[in-house]
């Protein structure tokens, strides 16, 4: 029987505890989930690359099907490399589908045994984006709330 190995892409600048619900989520759904962090020098990211990382490795720590890489250029690229025939993404929002609906059908244009899954977060974490915590951080504002405590020391120094 082959595994169900997923990858949750994203650029968690910085991981919030929305992005740890959709995990945990998954890790129940599949066998295998690679948190897949993307360079994104377009977004123009707060942290640097290594630092989401480590703070992704520290917030999932304790969840044992998971793995933690990073990877730049197409996402069914780094699907193909790791074995992933899912892809997992978060749904906040109607103005979340739009979105996620094109980028789920353009990764399938690239790659049709890709499939795409979409998990809504809990309702706790349903308003929480990395857009909002930068946005808080920015004007030194407290967004212990909104992100793993494990991560809290990494955001505050930056």
Do not use: W
Not at 14 to 43: C, E, M, W
Not at 74 to 96: F, M, P, Q
């Amino acid at each position: 029987m082959s595994k169900k190995v997923a990858i949750y892409p994203g650029t968690f600048d910085p991981i919030t505890n929305g992005h740890v619900d959709v995990i945990k989520r998954a890790s129940v759904v599949f066998d295998k989930v690679f948190i897949g962090i993307a360079l994104s020098q377009t977004k123009k990211p707060m942290f640097e690359l290594a630092n989401r990382v480590e703070m992704v490795k520290a917030a999932t720590k304790e969840i044992d099907n998971i793995e933690v890489i990073s990877f730049k250029g197409l996402l069914v690229h780094c699907c193909k490399e790791i074995g992933a025939k899912t892809i997992v993404r978060g749904l906040r929002a109607v103005s979340d589908f739009e979105y996620e609906l094109q980028i789920g059908y353009a990764n399938a244009s690239l790659d049709k045994e890709i499939d795409t899954v979409y998990f809504m977060p809990s309702l706790e974490s349903a308003f929480i984006s990395s857009t909002v915590v930068r946005d808080i951080l920015r004007h030194k504002g407290n967004v212990s709330h909104l992100i793993p405590k494990a991560i809290e020391k990494n955001v505050y120094n930056i």
